[in-house]
């Protein structure tokens, strides 16, 4: 961490600034430019809390040099985490996994015909919210625990393996009696009480990048969850809020290559929020898997243009199964399996 | 609402246009055009949940005449809502309103210094946490419990009302015992759980915009609260996310005019959140006046740079009590009392 | 168009607008509805000018439901564009093109070395700027008219094609002679003197989108050439601007298949500045082909630490040759060719 | 500037950065961390051009500490410049000045009425564009020279100053002999060609902040006139691009206080740009004033509703002069006159 002081900071100002590091703990390293003096933090471990050094008189800017998370960290952990899941199914490893279905589990017929589908077509895990976050109070809300049930039959009859959302900490609760995977979206990605409660769970968390969260963000609401001492998470970007209005948010695929480097923890990508048209869904999978993707999340409903939420970002289960193939082509191509 | 259909649409998609909006309950007017074919659904009355018609074969888009919302919509209310408070504070009325105090409350002695100090400047309202939504699960998450004895024993002590946050549905309920109004932060604006627990609270409500969050989300989330029965919500600026990066966020006071015009809701400006640093918070808390804000959300503290949280952006006291004094003649200006 | 009029809006507007809708030599269609009066435009041709309506007592807001542009649409022309370059190159055909150079000329040696390995690598455009748009002052500017020169000895020497940058109308004379593509940065995307020139200019165009230029703005600049007379536009994604700082840029590559829709014009993608660092380059580059891209435009550098700008955005020869290696695989995943 | 190393440089690595260092003729301070090594460059006279020191091996980062600009910045220049008009008009002084004008000259009669309407409302300079960069080439584009002898003509006969703007290096010829501030818009902010012309100009620049220029570039844009040898800059902010879209642009007032930090040029800001609807101009230009702005940029239409361009943000002549005597009563309250 670098405390640039001000132009004409006095010497007692750099001296408090001085005796503040020493107060919190670390090194103080000053350091005289022609323009201004600078005070290195030494022995940063990430735990730093800038705040006491911001607002101390004669400070111009405090530069964090390290990066202010840990746990979720490269640096920190260099092996690449790999998330299991039941019957060998693995997040972050050579394979390449598949979540598909529909925005929200609406009926048992269109659940399970759903899950047929995409099994048929070559995806491991089912998706389907029982919950499901509306801008709208007016919007279908989703069915609730019924729901979750009948996530439970789709798993019985299909083999698939569940992903869903919790939106609060009670639903934690009772998702993480059905998931396998416990989703968290993205409006919730910095509802902190929830992140604690996830970091108690014991299945893996889905943790979707928040629509204006930087990647730091990102990675310090998954440093909730590890340091809670859950170390299985799985980040998926889904889109970023942006000025481009064609799509519903920017898809920021340059997310899978940085993480990569920052971070151990698997990365997966959600093409269909990240474009909101059904019709873009399939070149940003292609391109995805080419970027690094661990993953993919794709809406896929038996019937798009009846779907209760999400419709038009929705594939057809037959365009669904038609894109697995062109998949695994591209997967192959950069080394990976499908 | 439009439908608009592609260029090239059969005459079998448009009529199932035509048969989905008539079995939602409204009227469809087809209107051929030169290049393409657009469907008109009257009688939207807030709620049509446009998802049943984005995905219908032949469409192209799904065009929104009238707003989403609706209780809280200045059409459907005309007249300003004052919410009143006890002592006899109004927000939304003649009186611009000052809330202040520092970030979060660290105890007693800074707590009571503070309220002293701002009501001495003429603030009616004291703010101060005793949760913290904190971006990094390392810094300081606020006193909880202990922080609300302490809001209380000032209010006691001085007289101020207390707006103080609540981060969680559980919270709500200890908030709402010691609270004037109940603070909903940023992060939280799109927690449905705790805006719907916000719809059965008595107390009023006063609502941070998200840092990415669009005018109409937030007069959404908004609607959630009045429509579960608490009309009592004030809206509050405080900052969004761009590109720029002087600022902490860009605080749109565009946002003070625009929602005048949309909504009958109160509409307060936190210029400390918006932009970071004190050396702006002066400038844009008078503009936020002259734009017509009905009150101000102001961090100071006692000694910013012993602040446990949020210090570059606290004003020291005596620079409030100046910048108090500055603010009653620009609110003279536009005909306001402070 | 829909001409949207204000709630209470009198009959008397109302009339107005369907007049000046009639004077501009169009059809109006008035469409009463809950709320509101709506009044369509018919006959849209693009070329309507909003400003005339929005103006107008009682109207609350212009929807646009046709294009505003027209040439570059491919309801316009439905068949893609092929660009045809000297030696049976084509840009919008079954190929990936890839073009790849460094960012400025900056000595005979350099660009002779430069274009020999990313010959050998496989690249059949070098690219190179002579003149330089640089944010600061201070800042290498380019050799200039030189600059050119060397270009053409390397053309010479290797058999690649030469895209290089125009920066003013004056600018494009010069490049004209010695460029197979004249390019045209972020920066000068609306710069509407140097789009009228390129209109007369007798060779192709690499169009790059400005850091926070919209799709459809893009194709309104993209208008202004081919209303001026030259069809031959190639648009380059090069990345926007947003929030997040651990790339340079946000390279949207969702505006790939969302052209490939709107535009019947050739789309490449520059990964290099899209990230701006050399080590996200290669999977962004992986992922444009994947997601359908007509082209790459990458910059390599025989010494990027010695470069005199882009350094670090810059591949070496060596990582250029792998790269290529891996997107041929890729390439021919999508069933195209590289 | 600090240069960040990767966690595990070698000392190769950092011997041959400080060599570089030296090498440009500076001052390398090494500063070893806990979990890496950073190097100071010591002496930074704000030229140092980063671009050397980011692509040597193992650097992880460069860190601006210093900015990059020098002749704009109040470091170099500590007294505000005071830009000084003819008949004793100044702009950076105590008084607050109002340009205000249709947004182009459409006939001598609308020109003359409108500059009539706005010197009696207390205007002191006339604005109208003679050329009008439009986004769409089927919009109308201004009168070219005969608009330019208009503003002449209204000049003669109002004794009010002109301020049209300039498209091109050959437009600042032709607009110079008219003009007494020459305008530049924001899609020419980072036109260089144009920037280096206007460097020699002998009247005053209006330069315009560009749609998603940050504060930084937007001064380097000023550095290149002023080291052009023109020390008459004045900055204009008209609004930046975010996601918002209930106004056109999102008007960034907090850009006042920080140019006032950062900065000794003049600042106007334009609330009719900002907004994109004159309903908002109102507040925003009162809002302007309190934040501190030394002058505003007003577009007032004799009639809006038959302008050939930006007519939705344009005031009538009434409501301007109502404006005005608010502005007044704002301007006396943060004690300025206007």
Redesign the interface.
Known sequence: M?I?MR?GATDDEIRRVVAVIEELGYRA?P??????V?V?L??????V?A??L????GVQEV?H??K??KQVSR?WKEDSTVVRLPGGIAVGGTDVVTIAGPCSVESERQILEAARQVKDAGAVILRGGAWK?????????GLGPPGLKLLAKAREETGLLICTEA?????VGYVAEVADIIQIGA??M????LLRELGHARKPVLLKRG??A????WL?SA??VL??GNPNVILCERG????????RF?????A???L???THLPVVVDPSH??GHW??V???A???????ADGLLIEVHPK?????????Q?LKPERFAALMT?LR??A???DRDL
């Open positions: 670098l640039v132009h390293s350091m005289p430019g022609a323009q201004r600078a290195g030494v022995g940063n471990d990430g735990r809390d705040s006491r911001e607002g101390l008189p530069i040099v390290s202010p998370y640096e976050p509306r801008t709208s109070p007016y919007s279908f809300q939106m609060d900490p009670e639903g409006r919730n910095q509802n902190y009480t629509i204006s930087t990647i730091e963000e310090l440093e909730y340091s809670g970023i809020r942006t000025f481009e209005t064609t799509t920017t898809l920021d695929l340059n899978v290559p940085v990569k480097k920052l990240g474009t019709e873009y399939e070149s940003m292609l391109a995805a898997v080419a970027a690094g798009p243009e009846e779907a209760l939420s999400d419709g038009p929705s062109r082509k591209v192959e191509a950069v």
